[in-house]
């Protein structure tokens, strides 16, 4: 069985899909974080992110045992990672590994921005959680006010349309609700009602 959650940046998505692995009994795999990883392996070998030669060699290069580091969930690396991930020679470097990881049994749960689209188009559920720009950023925000990030709301309500805008806006692989997968909109639900509806959404899949 595999599970395609898709979205925007801080729609929640990344929560609900760990939450929803573990109820399962399910593998779990947050795609973003290859972006990240490759943008962190760009960037610390002190190259740009407009280099393409190299970012693309960071892709093909890229290690899974080191998508775990802590580093990657910094504020930048998010921008940075949207960065990388509109250059097709990247997400092309990225499917086979991501692919291998949905087909691992008993089943898997990946979220990301292409999953039901690109790389799972076959999977046996798939949503696209979102939320108000609004709410998305008042969540980020508060996220990084506990981490002790220093941003005003209204910088992190900038950044997060900017990062819609790229995502959405790109040629490769852009983020899009597959015409298959249920919406769920979750700028009204906490993280526990946001699981009830997503097990429901489930339920109602695999017993059709
Ligand atoms: O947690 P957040 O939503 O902020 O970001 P993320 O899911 O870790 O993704 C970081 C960036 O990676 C996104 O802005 C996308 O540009 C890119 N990404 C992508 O292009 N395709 C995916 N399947 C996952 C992430």
Do not use: N
Not at 30 to 49: E, H
Not at 71 to 95: C, D, F, H, N, T
Request: hydrophobic share 40%; with cysteine; charged share 30%.
């Amino acid at each position: 069985m595999i599970i395609a959650i898709d979205g925007p940046a801080a729609s929640g998505k990344g929560t609900l899909a760990r939450k929803i692995a573990k109820h399962l009994g399910l593998h779990y795999l947050d795609t973003g974080s290859l972006y990240r990883a490759v943008a962190r392996d760009a960037l610390s070998r002190g190259f740009r992110l407009d280099d393409t030669w190299a970012v693309v060699a960071m892709a093909r290069s890229l290690d899974p045992a080191s998508l775990d580091d802590a580093g990657l969930r910094e504020p930048g690396i998010g921008e940075a990672a949207s960065r990388v991930a509109g250059i097709p020679e990247v997400r092309a470097a990225l499917l086979d590994y991501q692919r291998h990881f949905a087909a691992r049994p008993p089943g898997t749960v990946l979220d990301g921005r292409d999953i039901g689209t690109v790389v799972c188009p076959d999977a046996d559920v798939k949503m696209f959680v979102t939320a108000t720009p609004e709410e998305r950023a008042r969540r980020r925000f508060l996220e990084r006010q506990a981490a002790g990030v220093e941003m005003t709301y209204e910088d992190t309500l900038q950044l997060i349309r900017d990062r819609d805008a790229r995502d959405a806006g790109r040629e490769s692989a852009p983020m899009r609700r597959a015409d298959d997968a249920d919406l769920l909109d979750t700028t009204e639900m906490d993280i526990e009602a946001a699981f009830d509806a997503a097990v429901g959404l489930i339920k109602r899949k695999i017993s059709q």
